[in-house]
Nanobody, 127 residues
Framework: VQLQASGGGLVQAGGSLRLSCAASGRTWRSYTMGWFRQAPGNERDFVAAITWTGDSTYYADSVKGRFTISRDNAKNTVYLQMNSLNPEDTAVYYC?????????????????????WGQGTLVTVSS
């Protein structure tokens, strides 16, 4: 599975961005997908995840009610809609894929649960 994240950029506080993660690989649709972010000097933190069916979604407390993860399996793409952005959301955002056959849904917040990673896209929120 190969992942390509895009959609980052510079936005003012209160604004919105939509990140996309294009996936390739014939088994991609069976993968649970996640978004993580890493600010300078910080660890890579969980943001959101979605099961391969799209039936279940998971969010970090810091983004609940502001961010929405979704997927379009026909387009091999996962999205992260980010609203009400604030400067604390500034980070490089990474998409990741976890093989649903072996995933522990209780551990979706752990980066060790994911098998593949995209290259990251930078989101900068100005105050």
């Amino acid at each position: 599975v190969q992942l390509q994240a895009s959609g980052g950029g510079l936005v003012q506080a209160g604004g919105s961005l939509r990140l996309s993660c294009a996936a390739s690989g014939r088994t991609w649709r069976s993968y649970t997908m996640g978004w993580f972010r890493q600010a300078p000097g910080n660890e890579r933190d969980f943001v959101a995840a979605i099961t391969w069916t799209g039936d279940s979604t998971y969010y970090a407390d810091s983004v609940k009610g502001r961010f929405t993860i979704s997927r379009d399996n026909a387009k091999n793409t996962v999205y992260l809609q980010m609203n009400s952005l604030n400067p604390e959301d500034t980070a490089v955002y990474y998409c990741a894929a976890a093989n649903s056959m072996g995933v522990n849904y209780s551990n979706l917040g752990l980066k060790e649960e994911y098998d593949y990673w995209g290259q990251g896209t930078l989101v900068t929120v100005s105050s």
